[in-house]
């Protein structure tokens, strides 16, 4: 508490050294006239300690410490300074802060460090060559914010636009309203961690993007103002990528990486983007370019105006463990490509319609959608492999199977890798598979089943004998073989069931059973029949045969009969009228 001084006097004392010794005691204001000191103990003066400490901080901003290789920017700095990137002297934007540190003459690593809030404008370096690595660096997604311009634009340009660069990290930052948020292209090693992406081709309206609209509308919206031919980020023509930890939502489309040499994809998350969430591209739009090597995993593709995974072109890509919520299109989608391994995948309410969130037609035909081999490379694998996968709420889409369809293959045909293994894989679609080109199945278990008993396999085994070379859900003679007695019965409940009679390197003859008829098959050449004696002939023409004499075969036996007498010239159509064969006028 405070001390009166008239009672000050009697509780000061004297040292022995003659320093005054206050009580304990609140002093609120005193003055040390000029020559004074104030010192703590035998220590220094204090005034005098004060002095050197402000001395040490002017020559700390004098000289600025500067660190060639970190970089810090800050926006909210406002006062006027000389900006060189140190601690003390940030750069206030983005963009000055590349374009001073990443010039073309410039080679050591440069690492920027974006402290929290928002930094408008775009940033386009294109190096002569490739000689110079950096990352940015934000103070988390939450906090700093790169952006194209303030608000949505089609005018806006790319966010971030890198060419010929080594490596390139970004990470923990939001990206907006821009054409594409990341582009870097013709660079080493590109890597995105812990980013967040909005806006990005789209200006995000809420019923373009939630699959409420028409297709006449989605179309209008993409002709409009409100997108820009861009997305999420596209990845060009770099060595390994790397992506783990990221989101976008509001896009026109998601993560694009074309032409790259490998990497991984992990636990990325996509909400209504207007076309696919994740697109491994090919340049050339065949199997002539594309993506290889790359591993996605842990992804969820949810609300998604397209695909949820689309690949062109490129070989050893493999989707392990991801996800795909009602997703417009086919929820995986592979186009002239080869070693495309699905495994472990799961999709929902997917091919729910035809058009996608432009405004054209989509892919949409089974869950998982695989056609051409434009360009493909013949690895000696497989075109696809899925395994394990579970398909609910199947929609139908554009399938031309007229019901909801698990695997749809098209126009695949005739190469020797034309081949796939589908297995283990659960689905409530109507229709198994789809694969009109009758390309080459290894193994195809859909859905699991219990498969035969012990007894019944054993028995099976028994009548194939020595005849049997392969037993994969089928029955395989090589050989010659005769059945001398019985009969072969092939028999399915409630589907249709095939008997399928192949010529190396030939189309396939096919009898089957189906629902009220039954059709013999060859290519696009069909001949139908119905219990009531109906029958019904498909092909290019009818070609009916041609001899110089009348069948032998009695009346009975003859009518209603066709051929073509070969004995006159020109030739002339006999019809027989259950008498005789007459001659068919043509005049």
């Given at each position: ?254 993560f694009r990486i074309q032409d ?208 049997t070379t392969e037993l994969v ?9 005769t059945l001398s007695s019985g ?101």
């Open positions: 508490m405070p001390v009166k001084l008239r009672r000050l006097r009697y509780l000061i004392d004297q040292g022995d050294d003659g320093r005054l010794i206050f009580p304990d005691a609140e002093i609120t204001q005193g003055v040390i006239t000029s020559g004074g000191s104030l010192r703590y103990g035998s220590g220094a003066d204090v005034q005098t300690q004060i002095d050197a400490v402000v001395a040490s901080v002017a020559a700390i901003d004098v000289h600025s410490h500067v660190q060639e290789s970190v970089c810090y920017v800050d926006s909210k700095r406002v006062d006027a300074y000389t900006e060189d990137g140190s601690e003390s002297l940030p750069y206030k934007t983005l963009s000055a802060a590349c374009t001073a540190k990443l010039a073309n003459d410039k080679t050591e690593f440069v690492s920027f460090r974006v402290a929290s809030g928002n930094y408008d404008g775009t940033v386009s370096l294109d190096k002569d060559t490739a000689n110079q690595s950096f990352e940015i660096i934000g103070a988390g997604r939450n906090s700093t914010f790169l952006r194209g311009a303030a608000s949505f634009s089609s005018a806006t340009g790319s966010v971030l636009y890198f060419r010929d660069f080594l490596d390139i990290t970004v990470k923990n930052v939001t990206i907006s309203n821009g054409l594409y948020g990341f582009y870097p292209r013709s660079c080493r090693n590109v890597k995105l961690f812990n980013c967040e992406f909005k806006n990005l081709g789209s200006d995000g309206e809420e019923k373009y993007h939630d699959q409420s609209e028409s297709q006449a509308n989605q179309a209008a919206f993409w002709a409009g103002s409100g997108t820009s031919d861009g997305g999420t980020c596209r990845i060009r023509s770099c060595t390994d990528v790397r992506i783990d930890n990221c989101r976008t939502s509001y896009c026109l489309r998601g790259c040499g490998g990497g991984a994809l992990t636990n990325l998350r996509g909400y209504k983007t207007l076309e696919s969430f994740i697109y491994l591209a090919s340049g050339t739009y065949n199997g002539s370019g594309g993506c290889s090597n790359f591993y996605i995993s842990g992804c969820v593709a949810e609300s998604i105006f397209h695909a949820g995974y689309q690949v062109i072109g490129g070989k050893n890509n493999t989707i392990q463990g991801c996800t795909a919520i009602n997703c417009a299109s086919s929820p995986f989608i592979s186009w002239h490509s080869t070693d495309l391994r699905i495994i472990g995948c799961t999709a929902d309410k997917c091919c729910t319609k035809t058009w996608i969130g432009i405004g054209a037609l989509g892919d949409s035909y089974g869950q998982v959608f695989m056609s051409g081999i434009a360009s493909v490379e013949d690895t000696g694998g497989y075109l696809l492999t899925c395994l394990n996968n579970t398909f609910t709420q199947c929609g139908v889409g554009r399938a031309l199977s007229g019901n909801s369809t698990m695997f749809y293959f098209l126009l695949n045909a005739n190469a020797s890798n034309s081949r796939f293994i589908i297995d283990g894989n659960h689905t409530d679609a109507l229709v198994p598979l789809y694969n009109p080109d009758s390309i080459t199945e290894l193994l195809g278990q859909y859905p699991v089943s219990g498969g035969p008993s012990q007894s019944e396999f054993d028995a099976l085994e028994s009548d194939v004998g020595d005849n859900n089928r029955l395989k003679l090589d050989t010659a073989q009969w072969l019965t092939i028999a399915r409940t409630n589907d249709d069931a095939t008997l399928w009679i192949t010529r190396s390197g030939s189309s396939t003859l096919k009898l089957e059973a189906k629902n009220g008829y039954g059709r013999l098959r060859y290519s696009g050449a069909k001949f139908d029949l119905w219990s009531s004696g109906r029958y019904k002939m498909d092909g290019s023409h009818l070609q009916l045969p041609m001899n110089a004499s009348a069948p032998t075969d009695n009346a009975s036996n003859s009518k209603g009969g066709l051929w073509v007498d070969s004995s006159v010239s020109p030739h002339v159509l006999k019809f027989h009228d259950g008498v005789e064969w007459k001659t068919v006028s043509l005049s």
